[in-house]
């Protein structure tokens, strides 16, 4: 009887564990992943982010230096052979760059400025996302390569969506999946994430991510420090 | 009672080890399947549609392959339903807002090998995320209609279950957008709705057709007097028969369409026993005879599709058995050119671009074609991978041939590995008609074996694909023959000199099928009630060899004795003899007494490996309606049985087998999954190891000298996973670490196995090549949140790579190209130069691979041994060839040295150039500057930045030499080492030169700069802000 009793508690727990799967919301999601990363108000905290990166090629390891200022810049720029490229986004412009092939900086079309407008916000888009005007929808859990994650959706204003996986253990950021549109044609853009390290701002960052079949590692990061003022200008900053 | 204690303490053991190891597909991690397609003669459609705001959206179903979409009218195509069941009815796009799809699963093109569906499903974004609306048990669906005014209303189409009787047929409508389905018409529980259209101009206003039919496995019917043309105008409360101009009762199968321009037209093929198409032009209230060509009235059943032209109510499009088009409603039809190539027969959809009526798009039995002259002239689409292969057979070679044939696509043969990676160009048609079974000759390199339909069978010669019949006949005393539509041709395991193949008897050749032997009486049931197939068809005869019975349909050699055979039949037999054919036994009645039904089909048997009185066998019941995952297991040679089930088995079961290493290692292949266990057969997951979770796997072969898992899907071609050793190691023992760094076998320093002109792949389906250089491998518990690489240390301990390692929970592959670090280069200058990027290939010997998991370190060793194999590059030659590129490798660094102090130098000079004032100190630095930068343009491309103008310096130079010699497999020419030395002078010039610039400018250039340093107001720096 005794063991029939035990059987039906677990069950019972099954169940109620499945249900409240069930009754997870968008808040309840992002609530637990800043909660997890270290809270909301630490995150607003940051204004800018400079990330000194290596991503790694062959046993070589290129610069890569990705600068964001809250909602009025970003530069990435990479160096091969002493020679860098660089794209620039404001919330107005941007521009590309790339000596190997061009003479000056280019100007990216005003689409794919409009579709970049989301690498502005730092904090991401599950801050404060209503009044950013993102909208966010709840899928239900998904697999990422064997890791159970809740799947949220966004949808910015520009129109582009990514798809959100927040590790359902530790609610750590695990993958995002972009989806934009080039002249009516669907292209997808993932970037999976890791190497969470705890900041002395408080927050836990990844200190990696992989993307376009690359690995690339964070070795510095500088946040809330004067950026040079030509930072989000076509021009190449002095070392 | 003890016994049950002790069982349940087993069972709670096993449970608690279970929840911590809980072995799944991810376990194995990045054992991906490699698709390899091809799209060459991709596979059966059933439905194509787009989105009529930007014509060039369209989602494309398959038979057994999921849901296909191109963004971009065809140019490409990615799945985006392989979660869910591949076998596709139909598909429907809310035009008012494309961001909404409904896919309704299971094709309703009721041929025998149809597979079946699972219910509704429904995106709201564009088909990035689904989810299931109900119908769960109508098992096919043949149309969606959303209504054009209302996109809340929507018909759903459902013939429902072909292999049994059911209440889960006919037409259903949702007037909640899906949320909510009703049966709105309904006639019995042998007849379903067939098509469904609505009036767009008054939504309420429906049509739709109903069919009586049933598959048996011995025989099809279609048609009764339940069958019929009904309307509503009233969204489907009340409904009322259309039968005025219609010929007699009973009918078949009715497919309708009306025109979309102007509704009021509408033309129907009818099935009935003079089967012809009719048109309407009052709303079906009248009808009149019109066209009964071939192309109209065959095979109705299987060809449905009808469609009139957007905007012309005249033209009339019929896919069917060809193409044709009709400018006259369907009173005369025009058949399709082949001016654009052949065009695979057997059609069943078609979607016309209404912004531009000229382009189309038709499904067929060999993938989708593109017309843009109204369907006069089409274009194959190469880059659909959702050919149903049957089976697959993989040889000896290196690299291995994969053989198989498909459903109305013949047999082909292809390389597993090639040059570039494996594509359509590789693939070999080798035998017409279905394609099932194709065996290569182990003994004989240039022969194999394929039939096509109901047995017909040929031998190959593989150097022309020149084929000799070699069916067997019937003999005087016989039967007529039997031949199962799938007939079994079967290649020895103990003694790869036999060969086998099966009518109602068992056939043996010894001399690839000059002479054969039957080795056995009729080891069916010969029923011959179940041997009625040429009355099968219904309303239309149909007896194509589809429905023939009493057949054996699977042969098994025992791998360790060639004179124990084992037989299955389609109509329950299992039947074993153990002297080579004289006397059989069969063993139904034992299978049976295990809970498996009578007269099931038996789809594959195999003989262990391991033990000779093991056995396993599938068992496939869906013919009678039912779809459960039949599994079993004898110890005894068959005396009993043991049916294996796990709560994760879907689909009926088509191939057991078993893993030709580790014993405890089995895969199953059904209709709705793969599934392995590596226990036995205890307990089992789904592998979705790249694989969709639904997929059809028909067959499964492991080839022994790559190890790679080879499978044949209904729908998606052949799909590989490559080397399987790792699934092997990891017992429960192993997953329960929380890392596991694999030992590395020996590894041969390579370029890699292939080579190639480097251009990429124009269009078509690209499988791509295994691992050309085998990968190191370790496991995870869990998927890491710390950082994670791999170090490749050499015997006297200096780092040689190191490489960032994936995170992935389970199985991690991190690919070392055999290379050291690469040396810095010179930087600046004009040109990308790639020379920073390659490295030599290491030397053999003893390496140490160190695995960093967050704080944790793991070491293993790693022999790197040279490719004895390769007679044209001895080791002494990989020693000089190395040599040669270490000397290349250290001038890179010196010139890199050299240049870094050269543009310092410029650097800080023109940093003073503008603040100094003295007109003899400006000089003075101006002309160092100058000389410098005379000198750095002659060790690297300082002028033209155009990527078409070559300038080549020593830095280009010494690249182009140093790539060259690590990039192959060849000691150095002569002339390359005399380049060398040449290269090498060139480099101490120009360091002669730059000494010879310090000695004439450097002191006093640095005492400008100094003065000026110490000037307080002229810091550079401040003055250049």
Same mark, same amino acid.
């Given at each position: 009887m005794k063991k029939i009793i035990s059987v039906v508690f677990l069950l019972a727990i099954l169940l109620i564990g499945t249900n409240a799967a069930r009754s997870q919301t968008v808040d309840d999601i992002i609530q637990k992943h800043l909660a997890a990363t270290g809270g909301a108000d630490n995150w607003k905290k940051i204004n800018s982010i400079k990330k000194s990166c290596i991503r790694m090629s062959r046993g070589v390891e290129i610069p890569l230096v990705i600068t964001i200022q809250q909602g009025k810049g970003y530069r990435s720029e990479s160096t091969i052979s002493g020679m860098t490229s660089y794209t620039v986004i404001t919330d107005k412009e941007g521009w590309g760059f790339n000596p190997r092939n061009q003479q000056k900086p280019e100007a990216l079309p005003s689409e794919t400025v409009k579709l970049s407008q989301d690498r502005l916000d730092i904090q991401g888009p599950l801050i404060d996302y209503k009044a950013k005007g993102y909208k966010i929808v709840y899928l239900g859990t998904d697999d990422v390569e064997g890791t159970e994650c809740h799947k949220l959706k966004v949808t910015m204003p520009s129109g582009k969506e990514e798809s959100i996986f927040i590790d359902a253990s530790n609610y750590y950021l695990v993958r995002t999946i972009e989806k934009t549109k080039a002249n009516g044609k669907e292209q997808s853009f993932t970037t999976t994430y890791g190497d969470y390290q705890k900041l002395p701002e408080g927050i836990i960052y990844p200190m990696s991510f992989d993307n376009g079949g690359s690995s690339i590692a964070i070795k510095k990061l500088e946040i809330n420090k004067p950026l040079a003022e030509d930072t989000f200008k076509p021009v190449e900053l002095k070392k | 009672m003890k016994k049950n204690i002790l069982l349940f303490a087993a069972l709670l053991i096993a449970g608690i080890a279970n929840a911590q @190891?809980?072995? /799944?597909?991810? @376990? *194995?991690? &990045? %054992?991906e399947a490699r698709w390899l397609g091809p799209g060459t003669m991709s596979g059966r459609i059933t439905a194509i549609v787009g989105v009529n705001a930007d014509s060039k959206t369209l989602y494309v179903g398959s038979a057994g392959g999921g849901v296909w979409k191109s963004t971009n009218a065809g140019a490409s195509f990615k799945p985006i *339903?392989?979660?869910?069941? %591949?076998? $596709?009815g139909a598909i429907a796009v809310d035009q008012s807002d494309p961001t909404t799809v409904f896919v309704g699963t299971g094709e309703s093109n009721m041929r025998n090998t149809v597979s079946i569906g699972d219910g509704l499903y429904k995106s709201t974004d564009a088909g990035d995320n689904w989810v299931k609306v109900g119908l769960d048990s109508t098992e096919h669906i043949a149309k969606i209609i959303i209504d054009p005014k209302n996109s809340k209303n929507i018909y759903v189409a459902a013939p429902g279950p072909l292999w049994s009787d059911s209440k889960h047929r006919g037409l259903y409508k949702s007037t909640d957008g899906g949320e909510t389905w009703n049966k709105v018409f309904y006639i019995n529980d042998k007849t379903g709705c067939a098509d469904v259209a609505v009036d767009p101009n008054d939504p309420n206003t429906v049509y739709v057709t109903m069919w009586e039919f049933r598959r048996f496995p011995y025989a099809f019917n279609s048609g009764g007097m339940s069958s019929g043309m009904y309307k509503s105008t009233d969204g489907g409360k009340t409904w009322k028969e259309l039968k005025n101009g219609l010929p007699a009762k009973p009918f078949g199968r009715i497919a309708l369409t009306l025109a979309p321009s102007a509704p009021q037209n509408m033309i129907a093929i009818v099935e009935a026993k003079e089967t012809g198409l009719y048109i309407s032009s009052d709303g079906g209230e009248t009808w009149k005879s019109q066209s009964a060509t071939m192309n109209v009235v065959s095979r109705p059943f299987y060809f449905s599709c009808l469609v009139i032209d957007p905007k012309d109510p005249k033209r009339v499009y019929r896919p069917g058995f060809g193409f044709s088009y009709s400018d006259d409603g369907g009173y005369s039809f025009s058949d399709a050119s082949y001016d654009g190539g052949w065009v695979h027969s057997d059609h069943h959809a078609l979607w016309i671009n209404p912004n531009y009526t000229n382009q189309m798009y038709l499904g067929t039995d060999g993938g989708v074609y593109i017309s843009l002259d109204r369907g006069a002239t089409w274009m194959f689409v190469y880059n659909l991978p959702v050919g149903q292969f049957y089976h697959v057979a993989c040889d000896n070679n290196t690299p291995y041939r994969m053989y198989g044939g498909l459903q109305d696509n013949g047999s082909w043969v292809a390389p597993s590995a090639a040059p570039g990676g494996v594509n359509n160009s590789n693939w070999q048609d080798m035998y017409g008609g279905d394609g099932f079974w194709v065996q290569p000759d182990l003994t004989d390199n240039n022969i194999a074996y394929a039939e096509s339909q109901g047995g017909n069978m040929g031998r190959i010669d593989l150097t022309t694909f020149k084929s000799i019949d070699i069916t067997p006949q019937q003999a005087k005393e016989d039967e007529k023959l039997r031949w199962n539509w799938n007939t079994p041709i079967v290649t020895g395991?103990? /003694? !790869? !000199?036999n060969l086998y193949t099966a009518a109602q008897y068992l056939y043996k050749t010894t001399n690839q099928g000059r002479t054969w032997q039957k080795i056995s009486p009729d080891l069916t049931t010969n029923d011959k009630k179940k041997q009625q197939q040429e009355e099968s068809g219904g309303l239309s005869e149909d007896n @194509?060899? &589809?429905? /023939? !019975?009493? @057949? $054996? *349909?699977t042969i098994a050699e025992s791998p360790l004795d060639e004179n124990m055979i084992w037989v299955g039949t389609d109509d329950g037999n299992l039947q074993v003899v153990t002297d080579g054919g004289k006397s059989w036994t069969n063993l139904a009645k034992n299978y049976e007494a295990a809970g498996i039904p009578a007269q099931t089909w038996v789809s594959s048997i195999e003989p262990s490996r391991y033990d000779r009185n093991t056995v396993y066998a599938t068992f496939d019941h869906h013919m009678y309606g039912d779809m459960n995952t039949y599994l079993g297991k004898s110890t005894d040679g068959g005396k009993t049985w043991k049916r294996i089930t796990s709560p994760e088995f879907t689909g009926f079961a088509h191939k057991i087998k078993e893993d030709i290493i580790n014993k405890d290692l089995l895969f199953l292949g059904t209709e709705r999954g793969l599934f392995a266990s590596i226990d036995g057969g205890e307990t089992w997951f789904r592998m979705k190891n790249h694989i969709p979770d639904y997929c059809m796997v028909r067959d499964i072969q492991i080839q022994p000298q790559t190890n790679d898992l080879v499978l044949a899907t209904h729908g998606r071609g052949i799909m590989v996973i490559n080397d399987i050793s790792p699934i092997r190691s990891l017992t429960k023992d192993v997953v329960d670490k929380d890392v596991v760094i694999f030992p590395n076998k020996p590894l041969i320093i390579t370029t890699g196995k292939y080579g190639g002109g480097g251009s990429p792949v124009s269009g078509g389906w690209w499988g791509g090549n295994p691992d050309d250089i085998q990968p190191i491998e370790y496991y995870l518990k869990e998927r890491a949140t710390k950082d994670v690489k791999v170090e490749i240390y050499d015997a006297s301990g200096k780092l040689v790579q190191s490489i960032p390692g994936s995170k992935r929970k389970g199985v991690n592959k991190v690919y070392w190209n055999l290379r050291s670090i690469p040396p810095k280069t010179a930087t600046g200058g004009t040109k990308a130069d790639f020379g920073g990027f390659i490295a030599p290939m290491v030397l053999p010997g003893t390496y140490t691979v160190k695995l960093i998991a967050g704080d944790k370190e793991y070491t293993s060793q790693l022999q790197m041994v040279h490719d004895n194999n390769d007679k044209l590059f001895s080791e002494e030659d990989a020693k000089q060839q190395y040599d040669a590129a270490m000397q290349l490798y250290h001038m890179h660094e010196q010139l890199y040295v050299l240049v870094d102090k050269i543009n310092t130098e410029q650097k800080e000079i023109k940093e003073y150039m503008d603040v100094v004032k003295k007109a003899s100190e400006k000089k003075q630095l101006k002309e160092h500057y100058d000389k410098l930068e005379e000198l750095r343009s002659t060790l690297l491309a300082t002028k033209h930045k155009s990527i078409f103008a070559d300038e080549k310096k020593l830095r280009e130079n010494i690249t182009e030499v140093y790539g060259a010699i690590c990039g192959q497999e060849c000691k150095p020419t002569n002339l390359q080492l005399g380049r060398i030395t040449g290269l090498n002078d060139d480099l101490d010039k120009g360091k002669k030169t730059y000494d010879r610039l310090v000695a004439d400018y450097g002191t006093k250039t640095t005492e400008i700069i100094n003065t000026e340093k110490s000037r307080p107001k002229t810091n550079p720096s401040n003055a250049g802000n």
């Open positions: - | @190891t809980k072995v /799944n597909s991810y @376990t *194995f991690g &990045a %054992m *339903f392989d979660k869910y069941c %591949m076998s $596709i395991q103990a /003694n !790869h !000199h @194509t060899s &589809a429905e /023939n !019975h009493c @057949t $054996i *349909f």
